[in-house]
């Protein structure tokens, strides 16, 4: 009763705005209170549960995201992605999409791919012909990809919480982001011949041989983080220093495009969004130690195995819970509360854990562009200053997309798998 009374006071504040690591904090605190547990286990866990080298790659890899887009590589690598498809009907939106996929490459971030990419081929979707809804719409759809491709902020935060090889989560999901990708640009391609949006170029080797070397830093950044990481060259954590080393000389010395002056600012707004992660991590690890006490993860177990005990049914009912909680939270909350539940019901039932964080993040990833909530909506509306409300319809048609992609994901685990050496 007294639980319940909490869980509805925390619902509370969450409805009124209070930042949900604090929300979960405040439950976390007067949970402990009712069933007796240590108050100083809360410090002691907090500080613990940051005291992890795998961690640093988190901020390392916001500061990248925030360095290419200022150094102009992004722009780069979406007018590499243009010259690529222009020949094709909807060829501009393919291009943002598939831009979104490059710079999700080497940012990490599904907010910071939707607000640069969408900066960039918005106003370019527009007057090229396009719906400026639906232009606002593509770039949001495409910054899903933004947790899926490496290197993947939230991997680092699942691979954490779940002791799980961050490096093989990050090949893992290399070819679920590629699905994630090709599944958007069908649907954008289908639009846009229905309605006849965007012109038709012809393909030129010459226009895409010169804006190929001009995105030649952004291509070298990604291969320093696949390729290092996939060979074991380096871990994670060391690519992350390499790339924010790498990004910075370049905007410095090479486009030119990042002054001295400029790295003050850069910095605060990479600090910022680390400052609003950790906190969600450190107290994700207390709240675990009191779903624990509660039997949390018992009674969930109980709650799937009602709806039948096959390997099938159970991924079902646990996707379906991923895309409930995406609908209505960010995916770092969902990760920190959900997946240390879920995954062992699902690894129980015999699938594999990395397949499983897969799965789980591309369901997070969906939640995304998911009314009430989709971050990536919210995004799309402040860059492009499209009303929330008129995205959501053009967004919808991309669900279905990422739908029939995240089944593929999910039952046929070659696609998280296959590149893994010592699984695939």
């Known amino acids: 009763m007294l639980i319940g009374l909490v869980s509805l006071g925390v619902l509370l504040l969450f409805l009124i705005g209070v930042p949900i690591f604090l929300v979960i904090g405040f439950w976390v605190v007067g949970v402990s209170i009712i069933i007796d547990f240590t108050l100083a286990n809360i410090g002691f866990t907090l500080f613990e549960g940051l005291n992890f080298f795998g961690l640093l790659s988190l901020p ?43 710079f999700a490459a080497i940012s990490g971030s599904n907010s910071a791919t939707t607000a640069t990419i969408g900066g960039i081929m918005h106003p370019v979707l527009v007057k090229d012909g396009y719906d400026t809804r639906f232009a606002a719409a593509t770039a949001a759809a495409g910054g899903t990809v933004g947790i899926i491709i490496p290197p993947s902020i939230i991997f680092i935060v699942y691979g954490f919480l779940m002791n799980l090889s961050i490096s093989d989560l990050f090949v893992a999901g290399i070819l679920p982001g590629i699905l994630m990708v ?35 830093l952004g291509f070298f950044a990604i291969f320093i983080v696949i390729y290092g990481i996939y060979s074991g060259i380096f871990s994670p954590t060391e690519a992350a220093a390499i790339t924010v080393g790498f990004c ?16 003050p600012d850069i910095l605060l707004r990479s600090g910022q969004l680390t400052g609003m992660l950790a906190p969600m991590i450190a107290i994700s690890i207390v709240m675990q130690q009191v779903f624990g006490l509660l039997g949390a993860a018992e009674a969930v177990a109980n709650f799937v195995a009602w709806f039948g005990d096959s390997e099938v049914v159970v991924l079902l009912v646990c996707m379906a819970i991923v895309m409930a909680a995406g609908c209505i939270l960010e995916s770092l909350p969902v990760t920190v509360i959900f997946a240390p539940i879920l995954a062992p019901i699902a690894m129980a039932h015999g699938v594999d854990p990395v397949h499983f964080s897969v799965i789980f993040l591309v369901g997070a ?15 799309a509306s402040g860059t492009t200053g499209i009303p929330y409300s008129k995205i959501v319809p053009f967004a919808l048609m991309y669900l279905t997309g990422l739908l029939i992609a995240w089944m593929l994901i999910a039952f046929v685990p070659w696609f998280s798998l296959a590149m893994i050496p010592e699984i695939g």
């Open 182 to 216: 090709f599944a958007m640009q069908a649907v954008c391609w289908y639009l846009a011949k229905k309605h006849g949006w965007g012109s038709v170029e012809p393909l030129s080797m010459k226009r895409v041989l010169r804006t190929g070397r001009l995105a030649y």
């Open 365 to 379: 990833a969906i939640g995304f562009i998911t009314p009430p909530f989709g971050l990536n909506l919210f995004v």
């Open 248 to 263: 910075l000389l370049a905007g410095l010395l090479l486009t030119r495009e990042i002054s001295f002056r400029q790295l």
């Open 60 to 102: 390392l890899f916001i500061l990248t995201g925030d360095l290419i887009a200022a150094a102009g590589i992004a722009k780069r690598l979406a007018d590499f992605a243009h010259s690529c498809l222009s020949w094709m009907r909807g060829g501009l939106g393919l291009a943002t999409i598939g831009s979104c996929g490059l």
